[in-house]
């Protein structure tokens, strides 16, 4: 009764911007891997920061959770309305307010996706480097604290978030951060707030860091005869400090299913894809002494390019590596689970896994960012088999105590949603229960996100 009364207010603040049409909810539903269909009760398009903020305080005194929602390609269900209630899309709050070139920042909204910031930027000479592979919301690849293909050399939404605006459970609208390049004033704001997956607030606006764009960029590939060479080629090649803008590895599973899915003709074989960003003679030095480390582990069939077309059909068949693994089997979901260790443990976290799943009934294409040591497994399943779904979270979770024990992390970017919370209290310990205690300070009546992150009694 009480969404259902927030929802009648909601309604006659935003008109037709409410929506409770069946579609939409089930757009507002459904989740990138396996969880159900999980729909809000309805679905809010605002405008501005001071329809956020009446939309939180209406929604904030009748008890009704609120769920910021981006671009929907989040792998936990951290936008899944789980306890009901309404869908915040920002679809609408997707403009660039200013590019300040000078001090190589910008202020954008929410709702506009990096893709989009990128097109925007073209003719300035700078670029917004993180590339998490869909083309994801700002505001939600802040909430997620996401990363990716480029994280090795420009780091992730924690490093280039500089500042925000945000609408807190109670409806008051803060600052966090500034447009300056450091401070040390007082807590880090910013920092708590990204990352949190809208359990604290709603981003409605964002400062970000921009990087110039480099003047040659390279690309590369090479093959491995087994898994085991091609990482330990990965961190021999971060060890001696080439830098890199980009390094991928790609089992031969994954291998497989891409030359599958897009077309391509690589070997049968684990592979690695680099990118290298700088100079025309920066790059080409770049290219050459990768080639030279990778040859000493087996590398096969080394090419690199700087050719604009072949490096974007190169990253073309990598962003749509999981759609091609899913195409393995028809109709199949999958569990997609990540997991980021020290560079140092990164071959044996990957050799483990890959005899996790070796030994299960499923197939599980295992592939990633293994430069700054986080790789991903797909673990594919037949939607309604319990029996396969129970043995993949199994391998699931053996992957995050894996991580654990090799002084890693459950995740090093799909975030926590609903789908690892079991593992919090593992990593965390005691600091799970303050995680609590801030979002008790921030949001008492647990409406922002509620079942995502931390538990509350």
Request: charged share 20%; aromatic share 6%; with cysteine.
């Amino acid at each position: 009764m009480a969404i259902a009364t927030a929802l009648t207010e909601l309604s006659s603040l935003l008109g037709n911007r409410l929506s409770r049409s069946k579609s939409d909810l089930a757009e507002h539903g459904r989740s990138e891997t396996h969880f159900p269909l999980t729909p809000p009760d309805g679905v809010a398009y605002p405008e501005t920061t001071q329809e956020v903020k009446e939309l939180v305080k209406i929604c904030a005194s009748h008890d009704c959770p609120v769920i910021g929602w981006g671009a929907g390609t989040s792998l936990e269900g951290a936008g899944l309305a789980i306890r009901g209630g309404v869908a915040v899309d920002f679809r609408l709050m997707d403009q660039v307010i200013k590019v300040n070139q000078e001090d190589l920042d910008v202020v954008v909204q929410p709702g506009l996706t990096r893709e989009e910031l990128n097109l925007y930027l073209r003719d300035t000479g700078l670029f917004f480097p993180i590339d998490p592979g869909a083309n994801a919301s700002l505001g939600g690849m802040a909430s997620t604290r996401a990363s990716g293909t480029t994280a090795v050399r420009y780091g992730t939404m924690r490093d280039n978030v500089m500042a925000a605006q945000v609408v807190l459970a109670d409806g008051r609208v803060i600052r966090t951060g500034s447009r300056a390049r450091k401070s040390a004033a007082g807590y880090d704001l910013t920092g708590l707030m990204v990352g949190s997956e809208g359990t604290l607030g709603l981003f409605t606006e964002l400062t970000l860091k921009l990087h110039g764009r480099p003047a040659a960029v390279s690309a590369a590939v090479c093959a491995f005869d087994d898994m085991d060479s091609a990482v330990n080629a990965v961190i021999a090649t971060i060890q001696i400090g080439i830098p890199m803008a980009r390094i991928e590895f790609l089992d031969t599973a994954t291998v497989l299913a891409c030359n599958a899915y897009s077309g391509t003709d690589f070997p049968a074989q684990p592979h690695l894809m680099v990118e290298f960003h700088g100079s025309d003679k920066g790059v080409a030095d770049d290219a050459t002494r990768f080639g030279e480390v990778i040859a000493d582990f087996g590398g096969l069939g080394f090419k690199w390019s700087a050719a604009e077309a072949d490096r974007n059909a190169l990253w073309t068949m990598r962003h749509n590596a999981y759609y091609a693994c899913l195409a393995l089997r028809k109709g199949a979901r999958a569990v997609v689970t990540d997991i980021c260790v020290p560079i140092s443990r990164l071959a044996e976290a990957v050799e483990e896994t890959r005899d996790d799943i070796a030994a299960s009934p499923l197939d599980g294409p295992i592939l990633g960012h293994v430069g700054d040591g986080n790789f991903h497994a797909i673990l594919l399943v037949d939607p309604g088999d319990t029996a396969q779904m129970n043995i993949a979270l199994q391998l699931s979770e053996r992957m995050a105590h894996r991580a654990l024990r090799l002084g890693g992390t459950m995740t090093g970017e799909h975030g926590i949603g609903m789908g690892k919370l079991g593992y919090m209290a593992a990593e965390h310990g005691d600091g799970w229960s303050i995680m609590g205690d801030i979002k008790r300070a921030l949001d008492p009546g647990n409406i922002m996100n509620p079942g995502k992150v931390v538990k509350l009694n």
